[in-house]
């Protein structure tokens, strides 16, 4: 199984500042934010299946386009895994014929371009020999975590979360974890905001990171913009032990 990172920032403002999105192998994406717009159009049209973390627009944005894109060009529908308040939302307000047409109407009922499939927290699913799986995370619209298991070893993907005992639990119990990519958003001088939006700060991510009984290579995500270099320091001063890396867009992890 190998790991894509398209996108990784808490916001934009440059050239390698893309919104969330993770490439695994070139068939599934984990969100759609802005990084998918990088890929090709024939990448593009390879992917099958998108798992949503929940349905703020930094991890959604590029969803609309991309259907709409490779619509065409493509046999069999784009299915769509999110929990089942997310699927509400995107129809309400995203595939409501206002915003976007719905795609999973078009051009019929039984053969549109879009599917949607609900999931639970412990929904597992085998997509070719690799076993995705939705963690528990704790933000202000429902949300999910992911696992990605390629057998060999696992890739842990918190999705954006504030502090939550019951995802920890779950990682703990992972025998082959390997990868751990963690949001944390903001620095400490912005603790409240982080408190009210549901985000980890470094203070709260190492006390997070205190409930994890796993070794596991850490890498920070979703860092807001301007704040990431300030952010990382005080990350090094809590996790040092740790050796707690920036995730950057680019990167890849083979497992």
């Given at each position: 199984?190998?790991?894509?990172?398209?996108?990784?920032?808490?916001?934009?403002?440059?050239?390698?500042?893309?919104?969330?999105?993770?490439?695994?192998?070139?068939?599934?994406?984990?969100?759609?934010?802005?990084?998918?717009?990088?890929?090709?159009?024939?990448?593009?049209?390879?992917?099958?299946?998108?798992?949503?973390?929940?349905?703020?627009?930094?991890?959604?944005?590029?969803?609309?386009?991309?259907?709409d894109t490779v619509c065409d060009m493509r046999s069999q529908p784009l299915v769509v895994h999110a929990t089942e308040a997310t699927i509400?939302?995107?129809?309400?307000?995203?595939?409501?014929?206002?915003?976007?047409?719905?795609?999973?109407e078009i051009p019929s009922v039984e053969k549109s371009f879009l599917r949607f499939v609900p999931l639970h927290v412990g929904t597992s699913?085998?997509?070719?020999?690799?076993?995705?799986?939705?963690?528990?995370?704790?933000?202000?619209?429902?949300?999910?975590?992911?696992?990605?298991?390629?057998?060999?070893?696992?890739?842990?993907f918190t999705g954006d979360t504030g502090p939550c005992r019951k995802l920890w639990e779950a990682v703990n119990a992972i025998d082959n974890?390997?990868?751990?990519?963690?949001?944390?958003?903001?620095?400490?001088?912005?603790?409240?905001?982080?408190?009210?939006?549901?985000?980890?700060?470094?203070?709260?991510?190492?006390?997070?990171?205190?409930?994890?009984?796993?070794?596991?290579?850490?890498?920070?995500?979703?860092?807001?913009?301007?704040?990431?270099?300030?952010?990382?320091?005080?990350?090094?001063?809590?996790?040092?032990?740790?050796?707690?890396?920036?995730?950057?867009?680019?990167?890849?992890?083979?497992?």
């Amino acid at each position: 199984m190998k790991v894509r990172i398209l996108g990784c920032s808490g916001g934009i403002g440059g050239r390698d500042l893309r919104t969330t999105s993770l490439l695994v192998d070139d068939d599934i994406l984990i969100d759609c934010g802005t990084g998918v717009g990088d890929l090709a159009l024939d990448e593009l049209a390879l992917i099958d299946h998108l798992f949503l973390t929940h349905s703020h627009l930094d991890h959604i944005a590029c969803l609309p386009l991309l259907i709409d894109t490779v619509c065409d060009m493509r046999s069999q529908p784009l299915v769509v895994h999110a929990t089942e308040a997310t699927i509400a939302v995107l129809r309400a307000h995203i595939f409501n014929w206002a915003v976007w047409p719905d795609f999973s109407e078009i051009p019929s009922v039984e053969k549109s371009f879009l599917r949607f499939v609900p999931l639970h927290v412990g929904t597992s699913l085998d997509i070719g020999g690799r076993h995705i799986t939705a963690l528990p995370a704790d933000h202000t619209v429902p949300a999910v975590g992911y696992r990605l298991d390629s057998g060999a070893a696992s890739l842990v993907f918190t999705g954006d979360t504030g502090p939550c005992r019951k995802l920890w639990e779950a990682v703990n119990a992972i025998d082959n974890l390997r990868y751990l990519i963690v949001e944390t958003a903001f620095s400490n001088r912005e603790a409240p905001r982080a408190a009210v939006s549901k985000h980890l700060c470094p203070d709260t991510l190492a006390a997070e990171l205190e409930r994890l009984t796993r070794p596991a290579e850490i890498y920070i995500t979703h860092l807001k913009p301007g704040q990431a270099e300030v952010t990382m320091r005080e990350i090094e001063v809590c996790l040092g032990s740790r050796d707690p890396r920036m995730l950057r867009k680019g990167q890849e992890f083979d497992f």
